[in-house]
């Protein structure tokens, strides 16, 4: 059998609740992530707790003892959530414990939950009487641990909980695991399911899987599950528009690969001769890592406009005489379509204004020269007030659409001349900057302050 030390004979928030039910006489079973990335070497501060008595009445006690926030996750099911902070009250780290209640056997309990990794259990009493205690682990999720391996535990796992079918493929790109074999088929058989999770289910997945480094992987990945047009419908009609000849891709692989090449920007991976002639000043400061909603952030939202930038295209598709496709208004059809979709998704109103204004834009920087390719003050001046707090992102999304579109047939020629403009654009909004961001002028709350008037 497999041992733990969940190392309670230290200080911390995990011993004073385990001190807590001991005390309450309540028996306690740790569960779930916590156990999962204990063994895996990982920090986390989200704990999952069984519990032998009522889990609401339990949270209620538990946080009056330790002076933290109770709230009610679950009704139906009695899952509460417990929120303590260690250390300082007002900057200390928050844990969130999350307790739900036993109703047969920890056995049947781990029974019901979704992937042999996170159905594995540890009793906090004997980890509180011995420092390391052995693992209830009846479907053998630690060997899938180190195989790295993504199992459900039963047949039933999608139908019972349909968020699962996204949860899985989230899991894989979070721990960079496989899907088991033939779990990753029931999961493709079941993916009609995904129409029953709430929207806002949708969106925190579908978030967790933008955040990770390698996010188009996953994308693919869901495709091929037959998740991620179901998630999206509107993309299943981009898949097979074909293009003008500079784009490698048709509509739908381009906007896959958007996002790869934006991802590519982002984490700075690959050739140097690509890279290399990105600006620099790009990359100062932290603006992709801003928090945009919970849970989101800069770099989420980005990537969000880069999947949707070309959404419209099949809708706006006309073609020339000389067999030349055209898809005029599809940067402001896409907008709103985005829009459509980001709204059903529950979204909050930044997230959708900033991706509907990126891909309003992602066409604008190409567009702005005058006739030696050189865009004027004037016009860089109006993009940035157009296009305000997404500025940079746009340029960013600008260099991953010209990535994207020429695809393995890249011309580092003029890959360099759009890096160029771009870096012409970010010094004169630098020197023009008392222009386009004007200091404040001093009001007459100034006046009152520096002369003392009241």
Request: glycine share 8%; hydrophobic share 40%.
């Amino acid at each position: 059998m497999t041992k733990i030390s969940l190392g309670l004979e230290e200080p911390s928030v995990l011993r004073k609740v385990t001190d807590f039910l001991i005390q309450k006489d309540i028996g306690a079973y740790l569960v779930g992530g916590y156990i999962r990335d204990t063994l895996l070497g990982r920090s986390t501060r989200d704990v999952d707790i069984a519990v032998t008595a009522a889990a609401p009445e339990v949270g209620r006690k538990l946080a009056d003892t330790l002076q933290g926030k109770y709230v009610l996750l679950d009704e139906t099911n009695g899952i509460v959530r417990v929120i303590l902070t260690e250390g300082d009250r007002e900057k200390g780290i928050q844990w969130h414990l999350d307790l739900s209640t036993i109703h047969e056997s920890i056995e049947a309990d781990l029974a019901r939950r979704d992937f042999t990794m996170d159905a594995m259990a540890v009793d906090l009493r004997a980890a509180r009487r011995a420092g390391s205690v052995e693992l209830i682990d009846p479907f053998q999720g630690g060997e899938d641990l180190e195989k790295r391996l993504l199992r459900i535990v039963s047949g039933t796992v999608f139908e019972d909980d349909p968020a699962r079918l996204i949860r899985a493929v989230r899991l894989a790109a979070e721990y960079g695991f496989s899907i088991e074999a033939e779990s990753e088929v029931l999961l493709g058989k079941r993916s009609q399911l995904v129409r029953q999770v709430a929207g806002e289910r949708v969106k925190e997945e579908l978030c967790r899987i933008l955040a990770v480094p390698n996010s188009a992987h996953s994308l693919i990945h869901m495709d091929r599950l037959g998740l991620l047009t179901i998630i999206v419908p509107e993309l299943a009609a981009t898949k097979g528009v074909e293009q003008p000849r500079e784009h490698f891709w048709d509509v739908f692989h381009h906007s896959i690969e958007t996002v790869a090449a934006l991802e590519r920007l982002l984490n700075r991976c690959g050739e140097d001769d690509v890279l290399a002639c990105v600006p620099h000043r790009l990359y100062a400061g932290s603006h992709f890592e801003e928090e945009i909603g919970r849970g989101v952030t800069r770099a989420v939202v980005t990537k969000l406009a880069a999947l949707l930038h070309d959404i419209a295209k099949p809708q706006t598709k006309t073609m020339e005489p000389d067999g030349r496709a055209r898809f005029f208004g599809h940067t402001k059809e896409g907008a709103m379509v985005a829009g459509d979709i980001l709204r059903r998704l529950r979204f909050g109103t930044r997230e959708i204004r900033m991706v509907q204004k990126m891909i309003e834009a992602h066409l604008r920087l190409w567009q702005m020269g005058g006739e030696e390719g050189i865009p004027s003050r004037r016009a860089i001046y109006r993009y940035f007030r157009d296009t305000g707090d997404v500025g940079i992102d746009v340029i960013f999304l600008s260099l991953a659409d010209f990535l994207a579109t020429r695809g393995p047939d890249l011309d580092v020629y003029e890959w360099k001349r759009h890096c160029r403009l771009m870096e012409y654009i970010l010094t004169q909004r630098e020197e023009e900057k008392s222009i386009v961001s004007p200091p404040k002028l001093i009001d007459g709350h100034d006046l009152m302050s520096i002369f003392g008037f009241k």
